[in-house]
């Protein structure tokens, strides 16, 4: 689900999106806080500059993922501030370690108090390389319609495949692409810049 905080519209962070297949090592639960940066080529769409192109602003976000068991872990993600921001839970279960990670993940995310999404999907690769395709239903909760949910100048896809890479050890540098097409069936191609710390942040920690 690719939500963004565009020039001029209100919006929410990525909520779903920096996933690999892989699960928590090690340990039973773990923290991480990050920033999400991205934007969007819609060949068939141009912004009010002229281009092909636009971009989001930074999206700070915490996050606390639990080890539930052997193959399934679960998680929060909260991002941006109340009632403008998001929130989503989701699990995540292995299917597969061999010779690929394959899992089956499904979110529940709170969109600005607008609107609620449902986002099953499916990731393979490695820890450190996925790929993966997700499907989005979004419901308007009551006081809204469908199009207090459009992210700038197009609606949430039904659909989206994505392609990412997670680098570094503690600190990680996340990039992503997603793929999917407008109410008009032109492609667009979301470029997504993640940057993550795991680690106890602050020192109580989440209890």
């Known amino acids: ?24 090592e090690g340990r039973d639960s773990m923290e991480s806080y990050g920033f999400s940066l991205g934007g969007f ?26 080890r539930l ?3 399934m872990e679960g998680g929060i993600r909260v991002a941006g501030v109340p009632y403008l921001g998001t929130m989503v839970g989701d699990l995540k279960y292995l299917v597969m370690d ?14 600005q108090m607008r609107t609620m999404g449902l986002h099953p999907a ?5 820890e450190r390389y996925y790929t993966g395709v997700q ?10 319609s469908r199009d207090d949910i459009q992210t700038g100048r197009i609606d949430p896809p039904v659909f989206e495949t994505f392609i990412g890479a997670i680098i570094g050890d503690r600190v990680k540098f996340m990039p992503e692409l997603r793929f999917f097409t407008d109410g008009d069936s032109d492609l667009v191609v979301a470029v997504l810049l993640g940057l ?3 680690g106890d942040l602050l020192p109580f920690g989440w209890k």
């Open 1 to 24: 689900m690719l939500c963004f905080i565009l020039p001029g519209a209100q919006g929410c962070a990525f909520a779903t999106a920096h996933q690999s297949p892989a699960l928590i």
């Open 41 to 66: 080529f819609d060949d068939g769409k141009t912004s009010t500059d002229g281009s092909e192109f636009s971009y989001g602003l930074p999206l700070a976000y915490a996050q606390k993922r639990w």
């Open 69 to 71: 068991n052997s193959n």
């Open 98 to 111: 061999t010779p690929l990670l394959v899992s089956v993940g499904m979110n529940l995310g709170l969109y």
């Open 122 to 126: 499916i990731i393979l690769g490695t």
């Open 135 to 144: 499907q989005n239903t979004i419901i308007p909760l009551s006081g809204h």
């Open 196 to 198: 993550r710390w795991d």
